[in-house]
């Protein structure tokens, strides 16, 4: 699985677009880009995927570049429970496993 | 919304005892993994499990872990002779295929090995 890169944190104002970037410059072509979100403790969240296509669904969209080497997924107007630490992960034909790096810790503020 | 659901959500043991930690995954689900998190560190791959075996598992996943479906719904994790060390959240996920689809994470179960 391609390795990803993230800010290790960011700050959101609330009612603000949260701009999350991921650099995974060397996906493979049949590596799907997803996001997950943890919020404290509790288990990871799933937010979106998607392979080379911007997807939205109703809580984010994701905007991979045509290169595919990095992507952005925006929260459009992130509320205080919106805080939290951000995943991205390049899954590729490994048995379905994700594979989790640090993440970034998203803070949104009043 | 179908939910993976772990018990207990909390577990206290002594060092040396056997723990099992249970799941139930979501019914149509093929794929089940078990992760830990340890406190502060990211969350960290143990076990794939698919057509009743193992699939792939983590250098973590050693001889005092096992894995074991039961009875077609239950996925369970278990730790022969617990350490200190041991102490984590471990979450159990489930998904219907291997690729291309969601992962379901259950709520965790907090293990403190005393």
């Known amino acids: 699985d391609a390795k990803t890169t993230q800010p290790t944190s960011m700050d959101c104002a609330e009612g603000r677009a949260a701009n999350l970037p991921c650099n995974h410059s060397?996906?493979?072509?049949?590596?799907?880009v997803y996001w997950y979100r943890q919020i404290h403790s509790q288990g990871p969240q799933y937010i979106i995927h998607?392979?080379?296509n911007n997807e939205t669904n109703e809580m984010a969209s994701l905007i991979i570049t045509e290169d595919r080497k990095s992507s952005t997924l925006i929260l459009p107007h992130a509320t205080l429970r919106d805080t939290a630490v951000y995943y991205c992960?390049?899954?590729?034909?490994?048995?379905?496993?994700?594979?989790f790096g640090q993440g970034t810790e998203l803070s949104v503020k009043p | 919304e179908p939910e993976v659901t772990q018990t207990p959500s909390h577990q206290v043991t002594q060092m040396g005892q056997e723990v099992i930690l249970r799941c139930v995954p979501i019914?149509?689900?093929?794929?089940f993994y078990w992760y830990r998190q340890i406190l502060g560190q990211k969350v960290e791959f143990l076990v794939s499990?698919?057509?009743?075996?193992?699939?792939?598992k983590s250098e973590i996943f050693d001889d005092q872990f096992s894995v074991e479906r039961p009875d077609g719904s239950n996925f369970t994790l278990k730790i022969r002779s617990t350490k200190l060390e041991d102490s984590a959240m471990y979450f159990c996920?489930?998904?219907?295929?291997?690729?291309?689809?969601?992962?379901?994470f259950g709520q965790g179960t907090r293990l403190t090995v005393v």
């Open positions: 996920a489930s998904r219907p295929g291997r690729m291309n689809t969601e992962a379901f």
């Open positions: 060397t996906i493979s072509g049949n590596e799907y």
């Open positions: 998607g392979l080379k």
């Open positions: 992960i390049a899954e590729g034909n490994q048995g379905g496993k994700l594979i």
């Open positions: 019914s149509n689900h093929l794929y």
């Open positions: 499990f698919y057509n009743n075996e193992i699939s792939e």
